[in-house]
């Protein structure tokens, strides 16, 4: 089957940097996606990496390493209201099946 | 901008009926999800159908069932309510390939 494996819990202080990993199954894999959802709210769209590298939107850039089977999410400049849930998402079978990872809960410290 | 419309936002069932939620989206998008949330386990996949009348099982499917009569609306059925399937069910859309649009979820009690 497929899975994809993140830290439960990350905390970091305003305006620092943190880096927040994903491992996956490769089985049948096509891509990673970057999901935020804060309490109460649904999942929102952050960022997706289909081939390897770095792709930059803001302050929130993610990493795919195919060779690896390994991404991250990596958010700078911290802030209060970055304090939600974070869920890596693979996608599979001609992309049209996307499990999603345990989720990260993102504390941030003042 | 992206709809992804839930039937119901709370609601309440006892143990053996059956429940249906609906969710429709307005973008045309070939691809369609129903996942639960439940603390600490994140999203985890019940169905998922890439075109009309087309469905394939997620990780969880047992005690579930889906239809998807148009391509604008997916349902989700649970034909016997069970007190293990209270949680939070959340739809979701997209192109093939492309970024997912959730609803706003259903909490669904089962007593």
């Known amino acids: 089957g497929q899975s994809l494996e993140q830290p439960s819990e990350v905390t970091a202080v305003e305006g620092a940097i943190v880096q927040i990993n994903c491992t996956y199954q490769t089985s049948g894999f096509y891509g990673l996606s970057w999901y935020q959802q804060h309490d109460g709210g649904a999942p929102t769209f952050l960022s997706y990496?289909?081939?390897?590298g770095l792709e930059e939107t803001g302050r929130f850039s993610s990493f795919l390493s195919r060779s690896d089977s390994y991404g991250y999410l990596l958010l700078q400049e911290l802030q209060m209201k970055d304090s939600a849930s974070y869920f890596c998402a693979g996608a599979y079978s001609s992309a049209s099946k996307i499990i999603f990872g345990s989720g990260t809960r993102l504390s941030i410290r003042p | 901008d992206v709809k992804v419309t839930q039937s119901s936002r709370y609601l309440v069932k006892r143990t053996g009926e059956k429940v249906f939620l609906e969710c429709v989206q307005d973008m045309d998008h070939e691809n369609m999800f129903w996942y639960r949330q439940d603390p600490g386990l994140g999203l985890r996949l019940i169905y998922f159908s890439y075109d009309v009348k087309m469905k394939e099982k997620g990780d969880i499917p047992e005690g579930y069932s889906v239809s998807r009569e148009k391509k604008e609306r997916f349902s989700l059925i649970l034909e016997s309510a069970s007190t293990n399937q209270t949680s939070m069910y959340l739809c979701?859309?997209?192109?093939?390939?492309?970024?997912?649009?959730f609803g706003p979820g259903t909490r669904l009690l089962v007593l």
């Open positions: 990496n289909g081939l390897d």
């Open positions: 979701a859309s997209s192109l093939v390939g492309g970024t997912q649009y």
